[in-house]
């Protein structure tokens, strides 16, 4: 895991970086951001990524209904420097998480599916609340969201048995945006109500 100083940093992974990896991470940012300003930083980049272009217009319509925005955005290629860099890497599907292995091996262990590690945080809560299981954890931001990733990695292939995929919307209509975007949605809320109950004064 990265042991860099500043903000808790999250890379966020799709394929071509047009579609789910922008709007997650610009959902993702922007929750974080509005309840601990400045402790995270929130990325995207794709496995194949289309370079230079900006997201889809599918993604962005859906950002735009939400407040998102997605101004200045372009596909970026993952590259082991970004990778090595990032304190956690949250992907669409196993095949985003296994290109993420071949291309920095190194980040197996802080890798999840996005609704992988969203389902993790809430099943695990419900077995035994992150306010007890961090209360002896003592540090800022990284070291909680370090601590609890450890947990995370410890537990995952006991509750494994779900497929926990975003599927891609790319070319399949508004409704495809729709689904993606709610189902982002929902796992994204689950991750920053856990860091408004891990830092409940900011």
């Given at each position: 895991?990265?042991?860099?100083?500043?903000?808790?940093?999250?890379?966020?992974v799709c394929t071509a970086n047009i579609?789910?990896?922008?709007?997650?991470?610009?959902?993702?940012?922007?929750?974080?951001?509005?309840?601990?300003?400045?402790?995270?930083?929130?990325?995207?980049?794709?496995?194949l990524a289309l370079a230079g272009r900006?997201?889809?217009?599918?993604?962005?319509?859906v950002a735009r209904e939400r407040g998102?925005?997605?101004?200045?955005?372009?596909?970026?290629?993952?590259?082991?420097?970004?990778?090595?860099?990032?304190?956690?890497?949250?992907?669409?599907?196993?095949?985003?998480?296994?290109?993420?292995?071949?291309?920095?091996?190194?980040?197996?262990?802080?890798?999840?599916?996005?609704?992988?590690?969203?389902?993790?945080?809430?099943?695990?809560?419900?077995?035994?609340?992150?306010?007890?299981?961090?209360?002896?954890?003592?540090?800022?931001?990284?070291?909680?969201?370090?601590?609890?990733?450890?947990?995370?990695?410890?537990?995952?292939?006991?509750?494994?048995?779900?497929?926990?995929?975003?599927?891609?919307?790319?070319?399949?209509?508004?409704?495809?945006?729709?689904?993606?975007?709610?189902?982002?949605?929902?796992?994204?809320?689950?991750?920053?109500?856990?860091?408004?109950?891990?830092?409940?004064?900011?």
């Amino acid at each position: 895991m990265s042991t860099r100083s500043g903000p808790f940093r999250v890379e966020v992974v799709c394929t071509a970086n047009i579609c789910r990896s922008p709007y997650v991470a610009a959902s993702l940012g922007a929750g974080l951001d509005a309840i601990a300003p400045g402790a995270f930083e929130v990325l995207s980049s794709g496995t194949l990524a289309l370079a230079g272009r900006p997201p889809d217009p599918g993604t962005s319509r859906v950002a735009r209904e939400r407040g998102l925005v997605l101004s200045g955005m372009r596909a970026t290629q993952i590259t082991p420097a970004r990778l090595s860099g990032a304190d956690l890497i949250l992907v669409m599907d196993k095949d985003h998480r296994q290109s993420v292995i071949d291309e920095f091996p190194g980040a197996a262990r802080r890798t999840f599916l996005l609704k992988e590690f969203a389902r993790l945080l809430q099943v695990l809560d419900a077995e035994n609340s992150w306010t007890r299981r961090l209360h002896a954890v003592e540090g800022d931001v990284r070291a909680r969201w370090r601590r609890v990733i450890e947990i995370a990695i410890k537990e995952r292939e006991r509750l494994s048995a779900y497929s926990d995929v975003l599927e891609d919307p790319f070319r399949q209509g508004d409704e495809a945006f729709e689904v993606m975007a709610t189902e982002a949605d929902a796992a994204v809320a689950a991750i920053v109500e856990l860091q408004g109950r891990l830092f409940p004064e900011g």
